[in-house]
């Protein structure tokens, strides 16, 4: 995934400073479309949550909202990206080493 979107140090704080308006620890003004800046902020996004500790779907969501009312497209970003794995039933979430 990181070969696929080349990120400068530059890029990325510009992207973070005018997603996340209020700093890092704030709420997204609006999660982007393209994929670039989706990534970017996803990389931000997954510090919020614990390598190795098992979340319920509803853990999830509460951190999310924190983040952006829309936090099932997020969740589904994290999913479909692999910063994150969801087990075959849904109910139990953790995160990977990609971030």
């Not at 979107?5 to 005018?18: A, C, G, H, S, Y």
């Not at 997204?28 to 990534?39: E, H, I």
């Amino acid at each position: 995934m990181e070969e696929r979107f080349q990120v400068t140090e530059i890029e990325r704080e510009k992207v973070l400073k005018n997603y996340f308006g209020k700093g890092l620890d704030g709420p997204l003004a609006t999660f982007p479309s393209k994929d670039k800046r989706k990534y970017i902020i996803a990389q931000e996004i997954i510090k919020r949550f614990e390598v190795g500790k098992v979340y319920l779907e509803k853990e999830i969501n509460e951190i999310l909202k924190e983040i952006h009312p829309d936090f099932a497209t997020i969740r589904r970003f994290l999913i479909d990206y692999s910063f994150m794995n969801r087990s075959d039933d849904g109910k139990e979430y953790w995160i990977g080493k990609c971030s």
